[in-house]
């Protein structure tokens, strides 16, 4: 397939189906925008380009472009060559990597349920095919892709809005070697939202790991962990929802497992895992009444099961859920005292546990991919961030209010990377430049996560959460309140009797302040921590390290400063890298394929900003870059810039643009950058650049095979002068030649070809003469292939059309293991005798040593025994009885003479061959002489050309012997250089250079 073939996924015909760039669209509305990506969704075009920006529309279906034959696409293809693809994105970042040196990333935003968790998996998947390495690059490749469902297994589940939605953050660094080998990761997660193991809404469930271990267990397993249905425990039969559409939960159960193995958690430590999942389960299943005020568990039996699988004490479980150690202060001292807590208290403890235990598994899952992947030192890396969508449901809490916190910075480094930085840019580098309008959300920002006047609405939180006693909805009713105080007149907030509304870029959503206070003081109380640190599983304990006395001093940090320290160091680390964006986009809430929801699409291209990132790009310049970097990719192009352009950056871009014919119009140069208008005149400099390093790479596969090939020659002559040696003479041009093995050309005469079989390959082929029983030379054509020799002869057609015409004729097919040996005389001459069972074959040619040597091999592997080779100055042939001279044995006898022809006298059943003294028995070739001699033909074959290096080393003759002439320059259809990357992707090519 050629790399600028353009192709339909469910087609062999090429279909347009709207604008692959929407920087092409005629017209810039919403409703264009909108128009053009139904037109692409409905036919199966689920990727569009806003420039670099990739656009993503869920199609809620399994698509057909994601195989190998992809892969092979994209790879060091440029944007424009194929349709939109997040394999096109992936190769752009994994490339500029490389060649830049810079540290890359991937931000994928869009709402639940957009496809983003999807995405992240083929970016992972592409560099795993695409990038090279051994054994232990391998283990870090298997690592990347297995965390994807152990995390998923852990970390998912199903929502409203989406079957496999990520209740957590995830930000999965790729750590490159130089040479761009992944070697090793880094996962760095955020906010689990740990209020699912203990509750969820209608038509949700809880983490998938609970109902893979209830359906995919072992009988032994359901046995040790007191495994019964999904209905039956109190932390999954809330929401009465079971099974989801389309998911197996055995299989991925299975799936999970073997992550697990791979990763390196040992086979014991797996089963504590577990073990902690089903005691979280069974935990959920302690109720509490009310006695006398106080709380008293309802079932004593049911805490024996939770206790058995925590490694802790049943009386010291009840004791803790149902009471609780608090600190006193009077009088200056301070002292312990224990106050038995109510049913709403008990289940909140029991609920702290509860999730606190499967927040630590699950950190404790991070921590153990991070050791597997773990390397002494950074290089490169691609960062690819995936992390919760935004979420507007009936009731808002706590989670929502985070996670849309999060999802407020992403669009605001995409504002400020995209939008904002790159006006801001074209005014400070004096590049002529009409402002664009556009929504800065750096308020909304600014409303959620202000420290100082007016403070924002986590900061008013955190004062609320530090002076709060009790759980219960008073603290709630404060912060509701405080927050009117402090932020009621702001243009992005409203309050309500139960909560608070803010003005997100994605529109408003209304926040319930129910539960606000406590999930955000996030506090596992000590006894609860004390509890599990006497556990008899050293497993459990190592889940709860802290020192309880040492962490009581200071203020306690809240969930909600975790995120909003988390979100703003995710940031700062994407700042450091060369971002890359994927816009996912939701094209309805019934999860079904081809279901296009208008309005919902409408909503999300309007907040998302397409219409402002479609007119900054098109007003804009598609490429910017330093002078300096600009010089370090292009100098190549121009023999004044390369390898190093001396004197003024700002000059030598010019003279370089100006070399390659560039338009004026094209580009603009700034007071430190380059500008460069269209994508497409970047994709010529590239375009330029790749056949440079094409013409490089090829001079140096050319150097490398010509010098393999060189040592496989000295080896054959080596191996065809040690037949010969001490054994004949040589003759002075031959013994230093080059080995071609085909010198008829077999590649452009099939009426030779036709008699061989279809795919035979051929070690040698030549024009010989052979004389017969009145040594009489007749020219024949000799062919050996590692099974047969073949002896073609010419001859007229006697009768029929063709009468008078020459055809070629099969002589003799012979096979291998049927020859009884071959006779050699001692002197330099170039006749042999093939021995075969009933008759022999006596010939001549002049690259006898090579046809020999040859033959002695293909021998040796047919028959597994040396070939009989016989030295002698007298010779016999056996022929047939036939006409004159009758049949049984001839006789050659070879004598001293002058000069370097072989004269021949017959004379009657006796053949004499007389010739002049050649190289000395004892000769052998020398490096020096490799390529200098040429072959010359017998004086009694007809006279042609000396051949050169054949065309039949195309194929015909084998490299395994060779005897291919090998330093041709490489078709380039064998395969493309990496663009840009220097280093060649081809098998073909790797093969030669390894």
Known sequence: MGSKERFHWQSHN??????????LLPQITEDAIVSNLRKRFMDDYIFTYIGSVLISINPFKQMPYFTDREVDLYQGAAQYENPPHIYALTDNMYRNMLIDCENQCVIISGESGAGKTVAAKYIMGYISKVSGGGEKVQHVKDIILQSNPLLEAFGNAKTVRNNNSSRFGKYFEIQFSRGGEPDGGKISNFLLEKSRVVMQNENERNFHIYYQLLEGASQEQRQNLGLMTPDYYYYLNQSDTYKVDGTDDRSEFSETLSAMQVIGIPPNVQQLVLQLVAGILHLGNISFCEDGNYARVESVDLLAFPAYLLGIDSGRLQEKLTSRKMDSRWGGRS???????NVEQATYTRDALAKGLYSRLFDFLVEAINRAMQKPQEEYSIGVLDIYGFEIFQKNGFEQFCINFVNEKLQQIFIELTLKAEQEEYVQEGIRWTPIEYFNNKIVCDLIENKLSPPGIMSVLDDVCATMHATGGGADQTLLQKLQGAVGTHEHFNSWSAGFVIHHYAGKV????????????????????????????????????????VDKKGRPSTAGSKIKKQANDLVATLKKCTPHYIRCIKPNE?????DWEESRVKHQVEYLGLKENIRVRRAG???????????????ILTPQTWPQWHGDERQGVQHLLRAVNMEPDQYQMGSTKVFVKNPESLFLLEEMRERKFDGFARTIQKAWRRHVAVRKYEEMREEASNILLNKKERRRNSINRNFVGDYLGLEERPELRQFLAKRERVDFADSVTKYDRRFKPIKRDLILTPRCVYVIGREKVKKGPEKGQVHEVLK???EIQALRGVSLSTRQDDFFILQEDATDSFLESIFKTEFVSLLCKRFEEAARRPLPLTFSDTLQFRVKKEGWGGGGTRTVTFSRGSGDVAVLKASGRTLTVSMGDGLPKSSKPTRKGLAQGKPRRSPYAPSRAAPGPPRACRGSAAWGSG??????????????????????????AKTWMS
């Open 590 to 594: 019934t999860k079904r394929p081809r």
């Open 812 to 814: 003799k097919k012979l």
């Open 510 to 549: 209304s926040y319930d302040v129910s539960g606000f206070c406590e999930r955000n003081r996030d506090v596992l109380f000590s006894d609860l921590i004390e509890m599990m640190q006497t556990s008899e599983q050293a497993f459990f304990r190592m889940l709860f390290p802290e020192k309880l006395d």
């Open 621 to 635: 310049f598609a490429y910017r870059r330093q002078f300096s970097k600009f010089l370090q990719r292009y100098a």
């Open 14 to 23: 090429v279909k347009q189906s709207g604008v692959d760039d929407m920087v």
């Open 963 to 988: 005897l291919c002439q090998v330093w041709a320059d490489p078709s380039p259809s064998h395969g493309r250089m990496a663009r840009g990357a220097g280093h060649c992707t081809s098998t073909w």
């Open 335 to 341: 002292e312990s005292i224990d106050v038995t807590l």
